[in-house]
């Protein structure tokens, strides 16, 4: 049990004094990056499965 305490105590410690947290600004940025990003790859993988599904569709119609 004082493993666990001690633990829990330096894990406190740590994440007051030794993590650099970012600023809002910062993190607002990040979000921002990280939204534009996974638009853009949801978009284009959407776009692959349009064309694949068309091609396909397209090749059992025709044989």
């Excluded at 330096?10 to 993190?27: F, G």
């Excluded at 396909?56 to 025709?62: D, E, G, I, K, L």
Aim: avoid cysteine.
């Amino acid at each position: 049990m004082q493993k666990l305490k001690l633990f829990i105590a330096d894990s406190v410690d740590e994440m007051k004094n030794k993590v650099s947290w970012p600023k809002y600004s910062e993190l607002q940025n990040s979000s921002i990056l990280v939204l534009v990003a996974s638009m853009i790859f949801a978009l284009m993988i959407g776009g692959f499965d349009w064309v694949f599904k068309t091609t396909m569709q397209w090749f059992y119609q025709s044989f």
